[in-house]
């Protein structure tokens, strides 16, 4: 229900800032529509819905990201057979160290003494969902021909979404929603932050870098988030989660391609 909720409040706003950005509007045509919807369905319905499925289904939430977080190197595989990128060996060395260092900051937030490691085969198989789902969403919106502009195409992602979410609450939820501040705060965050903000931000990055190399900023997801919790809620990070940061920015900076002089 917080998905189709999210679905359904982005859409109306991206028309806003459609209308008040005063450019002219480049819907493209109805293959490039139909594709818009078909990358949503792939990036908020497979990757975001498989996430919550696998929490749902007893999948241990810091084990789900722990799996989802590696969906880089899902992305660095399937570049060869669907772009005909070769990567180098520096190259697939900064992405290993990357997922090195991820893993490493997720692992060390893991209290072992709780059920933070549980796992669920159902979990398991939609963890799978959800990495292919942002992998393929990732590598067919870069090979999208540029039709339709980028706010555009975002709206017709969440009309894509809706359909995903709205089948989901059909068959799993009763639509009944408990309205509270922490709700809606929650959903401002959402909507505003991550389905415009962020979601817009790596529209932009693919359309100027290869997918790969996009793929692999999801690396520094785990440490900004753990200094996130740092810094809002005084979480305390260990050795193996420092070791981990390093990790990863070290992966950024030997992956970091060279510019031509």
């Known amino acids: 229900m917080l998905l189709l909720m999210r679905s359904l409040m982005t859409m109306p706003l991206l028309l806003l800032l459609l209308f008040f950005r005063k450019q002219k509007m480049q819907w493209g045509d109805g293959r490039s529509r139909a594709q818009q919807m078909g990358v949503g369905v792939l990036l908020h319905g497979a990757y975001l819905g498989g996430v919550f499925a696998a929490i749902q289904a007893g999948m241990a939430p810091g084990v789900t990201a722990l799996l989802v977080t590696m969906h880089p190197l899902l992305t660095a595989v399937l570049a060869k057979p669907i772009f005909g990128v070769q990567l180098s060996v520096q190259q697939w060395l900064s992405f290993l160290i990357g997922a090195i260092g991820a893993a490493l900051v997720l692992g060390g937030g893991l209290d072992v003494s709780t059920d933070q490691y549980q ?36 709206f017709f992602q969440y009309f894509g979404a809706f ?10 939820q009763d639509f009944r929603m408990h309205s509270t501040l922490s709700l809606w705060l929650t959903l401002a ?34 440490p900004l988030a753990a200094a996130q919790a740092w810094l809002l809620f005084g979480e305390q990070w260990n050795a193996l989660m420092l070791v981990g940061a390093v990790l990863v920015l070290g992966g950024l900076l030997l992956g970091r391609e060279k510019k031509a002089v």
Not at 191 to 198: D, E, M, N, P
């Open 119 to 154: 796992l669920s085969g159902v979990g398991l198989l939609w963890c799978l969902v959800s990495l292919v789902g942002i992998s393929f969403a990732t590598l067919w919106q870069k090979k999208m021909d540029q039709a339709m502009g980028q706010v555009e195409g975002l």
């Open 163 to 172: 359909f995903v979410f709205l089948l989901a609450c059909l068959f799993t």
């Open 189 to 222: 965050w959402l909507v505003l932050a991550i389905s415009i903000g962020a979601i817009w931000l790596l529209m932009i990055m693919l359309k100027r870098g290869e997918a790969h190399q996009v793929a692999r900023m999801f690396f520094l997801i785990p």
